[in-house]
């Protein structure tokens, strides 16, 4: 790893890790679509005999089954090319799972990653839950996706926390809440799979917390004044033992901004797709704190030193040509 002696805050990576890098990012990005695909073709089809007569029937993933209709030429088509599909791509996500662990281990031995194992773990749990679309990552671990964006790592006073802030985009309430019902569990449960010492805090029903002292807050905008379309408070599903997300301030700009799509690296190998505010977003609002006279000092120090950081890799580290490939614009509330 070579040091920037223009910019100390900043450490570049060596040419070997920056290849391995995009190496396995190209793997993961292949194994996230392939996934995608599986789920297109979760369950089976089979033929069924009855009265007499051959129906061709759809199984879900839960077991479900649906007649298509009796044989004929249309399904007989439907049912071959839905079998010859299903095992194309299932032999395909086999291979890039076996890839991507290739990488995994190269990651590990090249010492790309330095994010928090737990949150590479965290955000391939809401993945996994297919819940990662609803949540941005912002706070000190959207650094994490800024300085890959530019192959570089940031000092470690900038980056150093043991919390992690996840926004629920509210705006989408009604699709995340048709998720969590099918999911049949709670987010806690969900985070407890990662790490099965988080639980509630008493006193802010907003964090979890493991064993190590490590912080899951779940945070929203502000709600808003329609009336059924933002809920306040919020409980993010039905389970009683869950969180209930807490207003915050800056919710709303963070979303407004749009959101920063980037493959983090775990210090184990690991890898995940975060998504983070815009980082000209992260800057104004990380600004705007800093200069908050009621704000904790400490908080208003750092605040101010992360600012300063991500502006510097907008215009030193050709991060904003990275943003203007990468950031989409959120959807407005009446769109969805």
């Not at 210090?267 to 977003?281: E, I």
């Not at 908050?292 to 215009?315: E, F, I, Y």
Request: glycine share 4%; net charge positive; charged share 25%.
């Amino acid at each position: 790893m070579n040091i920037n002696y223009e910019n100390p805050q900043f450490f570049e990576l060596a040419e070997a890790q920056t290849r391995q890098y995009i190496d396995a990012e190209s793997a993961w990005r292949a194994l996230e679509d392939a996934r995608l695909a599986a789920g297109e073709v979760r369950g089976s089809m089979m033929w069924r005999e009855q009265s007499g007569r051959r129906y061709l029937v759809r199984v879900s993933a839960t077991g479900g089954q649906t007649s298509l209709g009796p044989a004929s030429p249309e399904n007989e088509q439907i049912y071959e090319r839905f079998m010859a599909r299903k095992t194309a791509v299932e032999a395909r996500l086999k291979q890039l799972r076996t890839t991507v662990q290739q990488h995994i281990r190269l990651n590990r031995a090249l010492r790309i990653g330095r994010v928090p194992n737990l949150v590479v773990e965290t955000l391939n749990a809401l993945a996994s839950a297919g819940l990662q679309t609803h949540f941005l990552t912002v706070g000190t671990h959207a650094l994490y996706a800024y300085e890959t964006a530019c192959g570089v790592r940031v000092q470690t006073e900038a980056t150093a926390t043991q919390d992690i802030d996840l926004l629920l985009d509210t705006r989408k309430y009604l699709r995340f809440a048709t998720t969590m019902q099918r999911l049949d569990t709670s987010l806690l449960s969900i985070f407890q799979k990662v790490d099965k010492t988080f639980v509630l805090r008493d006193d802010q029903k907003y964090t979890a917390v493991n064993a190590s002292g490590f912080e899951i807050d779940v945070i929203r905008r502000t709600a808003q004044t329609r009336a059924g379309t933002d809920p306040h408070p919020l409980r993010v599903s039905a389970f009683e033992d869950d969180f209930w997300a807490v207003q915050v301030a800056s919710g709303q700009a963070l979303l407004d901004g749009g959101r920063f799509t980037q493959m983090v690296v775990a210090t184990n190998g690991s890898m995940a797709t975060m998504h983070a505010p815009s980082p000209d977003s992260f800057v104004r609002i990380k600004t705007a704190l800093s200069q908050q006279r009621d704000r904790d000092p400490l908080k208003r120090r750092k605040d101010s030193l992360q600012a300063q950081v991500v502006a510097q890799l907008l215009d030193a580290h050709d991060l904003r040509h990275v943003v203007n490939a990468r950031v989409r614009p959120e959807a407005k509330a009446e769109d969805l």
